[in-house]
């Protein structure tokens, strides 16, 4: 029988958390950054099982947002910041999902919202791994899930003016039983950015970074990961 999708991001957060034991890449006493979302729940989950179990010890985890946060709390998981002295602004690992990747391992994310936070972890993490079902794997980014782009509210037309000059239709993300747009964690709003035809993710990440008014945007291409894909058929593909 084929594996659900949320069956098989489970088997890919387990797999890439038990491989990167074996590896020596997850290890005690480690600093290590979690990401948020469906599929990275999952790793933060196998991660609290192998403390359980006694294969990890003293793992000090870095958050990417509040509801990564809750989740190591309640696995008794201790949380730091980047900041503290614990951290000092560095980490060993840092292990997420992703809504796209692409052949040459560049990366969409913030389908949660959460890109801004979880760039800072990534991009300061010495090993990045990310985990994924098949349907998030593409050839090219961009043009299918929408790039999200956070943004300082009061640039929003300047912004989106902007980034359509760039080829890409812009839409404001509105909230979900919430009346109005998403805000972020950090207080931000989100567009949501697509392409008719194939862009050049690294390109367009140094570009529209460079737009006064935005904070961030979810093009990842400058750590690039080790990448856990699951599939149907039970198989995980594993790209280094």
């Not at 840092?94 to 913030?110: C, H, M, P, Q």
């Not at 890109?115 to 050839?139: G, M, Q, T, W």
């Not at 805000?183 to 529209?208: F, H, R, S, Y």
């Not at 460079?210 to 690039?224: L, P, Y």
């Amino acid at each position: 029988m084929a594996l659900s999708k949320d069956e098989q991001k489970k088997l890919a957060a387990s797999t890439a958390v038990d491989r990167l034991i074996e590896d020596g890449i997850i290890f005690s006493g480690m600093k290590i950054g979690l990401g948020t979302g469906s599929t990275a729940m999952p790793a933060v989950t196998r991660l609290a099982e192998r403390i359980k179990d006694g294969t990890l010890k003293g793992i000090k985890a870095v958050a990417t947002s509040f509801q990564t946060q809750l989740a190591c709390e309640s696995y008794g998981i201790s949380v730091y910041t980047l900041n503290d002295k614990a951290i000092e602004g560095h980490l060993d690992a840092a292990i997420d999902g992703a809504d796209e990747i692409d052949d040459e391992r560049n990366l969409i994310k913030g389908g949660g919202a959460a890109h801004l936070r979880e760039k800072i972890v990534e991009y300061n993490a010495s090993f990045l791994a990310i985990v994924a079902d098949e349907s998030k794997a593409v050839h090219s980014l961009g043009t299918k899930f929408p790039l999200p782009v956070e943004i300082i509210a009061e640039a929003r037309v300047p912004v989106i003016k902007q980034i359509e000059a760039l080829g890409a239709k812009c839409v404001l993300r509105e909230g979900v039983k919430k009346a109005g747009p998403v805000i972020t964690d950090n207080g931000n709003m989100i567009l949501d950015c697509t392409w008719q035809t194939p862009v050049n993710p690294a390109e367009m990440e140094a570009k529209i970074n460079s737009i006064t008014g935005v904070v961030e945007c979810g093009f990842f291409t400058k750590n690039k990961p080790a990448v856990f894909i699951a599939h149907a058929d039970g198989t995980v593909e594993e790209r280094r």
